[in-house]
């Protein structure tokens, strides 16, 4: 039972901020490199964050950069991604995903479910 759950999403204005969770079952996240995802309506999926488990140095998109923080609770087995300075752009459902390696490159092994954000006055 290998599972990734993201819960946070919601809506929000522009301007303002949204934590997102992932909580991992079955393996242990310090192990594994994290993706974070993102796919608005008619776009492509495209990559918001990674952090890789060789040294824990997270690289994010342009888009998103100054404006969103991957960080992580060993404790709880769970991934988080700050989004502050939300902007309706952002709007999509996002996604956690895990790989066995240390690179931020696909394929990831395991993805969430996703989880809605939207951003709208």
């Known amino acids: 039972q290998l599972q990734l759950v993201e819960s946070g999403g919601g809506l929000v204005q522009p301007g303002g901020s949204l934590r997102l969770s992932c909580a991992a079952s079955?393996?242990?996240?310090?192990?594994?490199?994290i993706g974070w995802f993102r796919q608005a309506p008619g776009k492509e999926r495209e990559g918001v964050s990674c952090?890789?488990?060789?040294?824990?140095?997270?690289y994010y998109a342009d888009s998103v950069k100054g404006r969103f923080t991957a960080s992580r609770d060993n404790a709880k087995n769970t991934v988080y991604l700050q989004m502050n300075s939300l902007k309706p752009e952002d709007t999509a459902v996002y996604y956690c995903?895990?790989?066995?390696?240390?690179?931020?490159?696909?394929?990831?092994?395991?993805w969430g479910q996703g989880t809605q954000v939207t951003v709208s006055s």
């Open positions: 995903a895990a790989r066995r390696d240390y690179y931020c490159r696909p394929p990831y092994e395991y």
């Open positions: 079955g393996f242990t996240l310090d192990y594994y490199t």
């Open positions: 952090t890789s488990s060789s040294d824990g140095t997270t």
